[in-house]
DNA sequence: TTTATTTCTAAACAATCGTTTAGTTATTTT
DNA sequence: AAAATAACTAAACGATTGTTTAGAAATAAA
């Protein structure tokens, strides 16, 4: 044994957590990150590999930091009213974030649309597959819809979703809402 | 007057604007620019000045190449009939070219919101706040309506069509109807 | 056919990208 | 206190970015 690491990783790959989400990837430098994060490149090649590894872990910090969202809702049983709950919860993580625009895994779903990252993309599938999976698992409990009619719910709640972040990019409180309101009527 | 120009302007425009659909703005190289257009850097460079002036008249080209499409709904008079039918040929345009994914001036949205680009960024707020307007002058033609619904209606189509244009770059064509469809449920 | 002008090719530009390395500093173990 | 080990700083790496330039090729006007 020798020096102890001067930084601790979950900290640091916040801050770079809050760096990718305000500029996207391919707009933060590794510069950026170094001022950002507070520690030389080597100590964040050590820690991280390269900057891929650098925004994967910060994925997972997002993840983390929207766990207990995520588990509320998984963990409700009133339906509809949850799904509604959990888009009015996805909001707010926004809006306490002041200068981070929009979802994080939304943003990143967008510029790696474009890009063969067989990586970043795979998750990103994920992430959607499990979000419909469980807006279907909401929808399911009520007795009145057939399971067609579940499936084009889910499927129009997950677009939905894409325009509640586009949303939350430019639009002002009160119209956001709004939008949560119409895309429930459907509902 | 000596040498005339061996490409004709419009013709490169069209190719450098497919290669920017496909790949998005940052990820597109001068070196792809220059294969695809089929001209060196030097002439790319005296016909439109920098990078930004391929993109700009590029987004020109893609407007020029929906002008019909817009024209035939700004003419439209049947209210939100037209504006679903708007809906409809905006998707039609992403299936009739199969490597381009989504709406260009959507992605275009999408990949500067997080950066600052006055020019771009002015170009898209003002595209969208004439989409919006568009969508208020249509659905006015209807006299059940009271111009507080309007303002939500217009306001939650505009975000809709983030979601329309998220759909073109994943979903299958059956998806795309249903959500169509369950957006206008709503109008 | 010569001259003037424009476009062409191809190489080079400085700046920045992500990444690596050499050498110093600090801490633990012997 | 000496040796070993790990983390630090800071400079350099090659590759690629968008952009410019020098010189050859081509065509219009004289």
Redesign the pocket.
Known sequence: ???????IEEEVIDKAMHLFWRNG??????????KEMG?????????F??????FLESIKSYKNKTKTMFDTFKNASNGVTDIKQFFNDSVAIGFQNNNEKGCLVTNTYNEFSLIEDELINKQMTVFMDNLKNLFIEKLRLDPKKDEDTIQKQANFLVLAKHGLAAATKVNSQKEIEDYIEMTFNNI
């Open positions: 044994m020798a020096r102890k690491k001067q930084y990837y391919e707009n933060t430098s590794m510069q950026m990150l170094e520690i030389n490149k080597f100590s964040i090649y050590s820690s590999g390269n900057k891929h590894g650098i």
